[in-house]
């Protein structure tokens, strides 16, 4: 629907496990993020991609690893996470990084035991 | 750090009643943009503005922009039950290169 697709949907995973979330755009775009969507807190910015550089870390723990191949893919790999991590990540993206409009993904539902 | 503070947290109306959201931030935005998040859904954009003083409509919808780019509403005529979901400002605060998203106002409508 707004051409920003992330796999999986869902997922639930031990803090022991290492798993990687995928997002995918089909608009062209040259920006990417990774958010965090927890309960009780606004969206966090973690990570945004501009041209495949990385140009914002948010002091994001080295337990979640970015990954931006080519402007069109952007990967989460994550390990030994902790259940404080359960949350909601949305991917999104943007003609250009700053303050255009962000399409986002449908969001992975994570829950880590 | 920089924030952008939305109120209220929450609303419950009636169905056919107003309701308005408030976002506000301590330092000047280059602009602000409102983004609508149904229940288990994603944010999808709704509108940005970028000039002080600055009113579009979409419908029900009315968004405005303070003078001093400082502080937006959103106010929705005549609540439905599809208007149901968060609500969020986002703003790009002066020296920040990205968006920062206010917490959100979860809108409810009874029927």
């Known amino acids: 629907e707004t051409g920003v697709t992330q796999t999986p949907r869902h997922l639930v995973m031990g803090m022991t496990n290492k798993k990687s979330l995928k997002c995918e755009q089909h608009l062209g775009h040259n920006a990417m993020y990774w958010y965090k969507q927890s309960a009780k807190k606004p969206l966090e910015l973690m990570f945004v991609?501009?041209?495949?550089?990385?140009?914002e870390n948010n002091s994001v723990p080295s337990r979640f690893s970015p990954e931006c191949p080519n402007s069109s893919h952007l990967f989460l790999h994550l390990h030994t996470l902790q259940p404080e991590d359960s949350a909601l990540y949305l991917c999104a993206s943007s003609q250009l990084a700053g303050a255009e409009t962000q399409y986002f993904g449908p969001g992975t539902r994570l829950l880590v035991l | 750090g920089q924030q952008v503070m939305q109120i209220p947290q929450y609303q419950h109306v009636q169905e056919g009643e107003d309701f308005t959201t408030y976002c506000n931030s301590s330092t000047t935005l280059s602009n602000i943009q409102w983004y609508k998040q149904r229940p288990g859904g994603h944010p999808v954009f709704l509108i940005q503005l970028v000039k002080s003083g600055e009113v579009k409509k979409q419908k029900r919808l009315t968004f405005q922009f303070g003078e001093a780019k400082k502080n937006s509403s959103l106010h929705i005529t005549a609540t439905q039950t599809t208007d149901v979901g968060t609500y969020f400002c986002?703003?790009?605060?002066?020296?920040?290169?990205?968006?920062?998203f206010g917490k959100g106002t979860m809108l409810l409508v009874s029927p």
């Open positions: 991609y501009s041209l495949e550089e990385r140009v």
């Open positions: 986002a703003g790009r605060i002066s020296g920040y290169s990205t968006l920062t």
